[in-house]
Antibody, heavy 121, light 107 residues
Framework: QVQLQQSGPGLVKPSQTLSLSCTVSGGSMSSGSHDWSWIRQPAGKGLEWIGRVFTSGGTKYNPSLQSRVSMSVDTSKNQFYLRLSSVTAADTAVYYC?????????????WGKGTAVTVSS | DIQMTQSPSSLSASVGDRVTITCRASQTITTYLNWYRQKPGNAPELLIYAASSLQSGVPSRFSGSGSGTDFTLTISSLQPEDFATYFCQQSYTTPYNFGQGTNLEIK
């Protein structure tokens, strides 16, 4: 059964870059069957789709974050990554990595447990 | 961007009740609509995809319907673990926005 393990710092200073990684276990990213997404959730609020990275390395980002976000994959390590630059307090949230289902309309069928990130000096 | 609006924002019900949550899209999304349940302190979990397809392993008390702009999630008989927050999400076009959530509470 596929599981996603997230890692990264829980505290980032304003204006710096938030960097998170997500490790896939129980399956190989190299199969190319799935895409991989990042979602965030401020405390007590709803979910925001940040973007998606394809196994090929292609990406689709939320226009609201496009100028600051970057996603990538390393299939040899079975990992994918999120970088968000120039962070402010508004970027404080729980960040989730997730697997896209077999088709683009299949929903996000496997989720990481989430990483709580606070932006503060 | 396509905006997703859920109603109600909160709902009180009892174990065994039948409940329905509605999600409306600001433009047509055909049937590219997903539903998630999020228990407190946990990540969301996929319940329904493509408007009416039950995700593997999800109990059959959950069902979804709708197309175009209007969708519903129905729980036929509430169980204690169903008291949680529910989100819809469109996967028709990026950004794949979510609804604001419906908080289902115990009456």
């Amino acid at each position: 059964q596929v599981q996603l393990q997230q890692s990264g710092p829980g505290l980032v200073k304003p204006s710096q870059t938030l960097s998170l990684s997500c490790t896939v276990s129980g399956g190989s990213m190299s199969s190319g069957s799935h895409d991989w997404s990042w979602i965030r959730q401020p405390a007590g609020k709803g979910l925001e789709w940040i973007g998606r990275v394809f196994t090929s390395g292609g990406t689709k980002y939320n226009p609201s974050l496009q100028s600051r976000v970057s996603m990538s994959v390393d299939t040899s390590k079975n990992q994918f990554y999120l970088r968000l630059s120039s962070v402010t307090a508004a970027d404080t949230a729980v960040y989730y990595c997730a697997r896209d289902g077999l088709e683009f309309w299949s929903g996000l069928d496997v989720w990481g447990k989430g990483t709580a990130v606070t932006v503060s000096s | 961007d396509i905006q997703m609006t859920q109603s109600p924002s909160s709902l009180s019900a009892s174990v065994g009740d039948r409940v329905t949550i509605t999600c409306r899209a600001s433009q047509t999304i055909t049937t590219y609509l997903n539903w998630y349940r999020q228990k407190p302190g946990n990540a969301p979990e996929l319940l329904i995809y493509a408007a009416s397809s039950l995700q593997s392993g999800v109990p059959s008390r959950f069902s979804g319907s709708g197309s175009g702009t209007d969708f519903t999630l129905t729980i036929s008989s509430l169980q204690p673990e169903d008291f949680a927050t529910y989100f819809c999400q469109q996967s028709y076009t990026t950004p794949y926005n979510f609804g604001q959530g419906t908080n289902l509470e115990i009456k």
